[in-house]
């Protein structure tokens, strides 16, 4: 069976950015999250979710949890990410807490990677960390609840679980990381977890 891999980084980490560049590659496969809020501004597109999924939806998929912003829901359904591995490709989705995480590993059989997208914590790459979200749609009191519980969220998902992270690491650093070093990350990731990438599609 193919390794499922878990993309794992805080709001405005990158996510969908990586997702965009694993998706042109043909043995790859973005699985999408279900989300209980409305998309923002640009959002209506993303590769990585569905929105305005009413929450006892949400709350009836295998995988689901509270985001850092109370009342906001996400889920994973457990039959799409069986349908890409029938397929023969793999799946790449983004990770929901770290009980899911724990979920997955039983369910399939520990055949499970998980990628951490760092961005950074410089002054500058922080500030073009808020005006991306701004972009996004992102209101200035949305921002600074994601403000608070962004090092709240590192310390809990990375530095407790630093083992299960800490060796499938990709950088992200804003202004400095272009799309070719997001795909030699993750070409160099993909060989070390023995996970075959096929020809690019795009």
């Known amino acids: ?19 965009e560049v694993a998706a042109e590659y043909d043995s790859l496969e973005v699985v999408k999250r279900l989300i209980s ?7 209506n597109n993303s590769i990585s979710s569905i929105f305005s999924v009413p929450i ?28 890409v591995l029938q397929k023969g490709k793999t799946p790449i989705v983004v990770c929901p807490n770290y009980q899911n995480y724990l979920q997955m590993l039983k ?36 921002i600074k609840a994601r403000e608070k519980s962004r090092d709240k969220y590192f310390k809990e998902l990375y530095i407790n679980h630093f083992m299960d992270y800490s060796s499938n690491v990709i950088l992200n650093l804003y202004g400095i990381t272009t799309k070719e070093d997001i795909q030699l990350q ?5 060989e070390k977890n023995g996970i075959e990438l096929r020809g690019k599609t795009k």
């Open 107 to 142: 369910d399939y059989d520990g055949n499970v990677v998980c990628y951490f997208i760092y961005r950074g914590y410089s002054d500058t790459e922080l500030e073009n960390w808020r005006n991306s979200l701004i972009k996004r749609g992102s209101s200035l009191e949305e």
């Open 186 to 190: 993750l070409e160099g990731l993909c």
């Open 1 to 19: 069976m193919n390794k499922i891999i878990l993309l794992v980084g805080d709001s405005g980490a990158g996510k969908d950015f990586v997702l």
């Open 37 to 43: 809020r409305e998309a923002r501004k640009n959002e």
């Open 56 to 83: 006892d939806i949400i709350k009836q998929a295998d995988y689901y949890y509270e985001g850092v912003e109370s009342g906001k829901w996400y889920g994973i359904l457990k039959n799409d990410i069986d349908c």
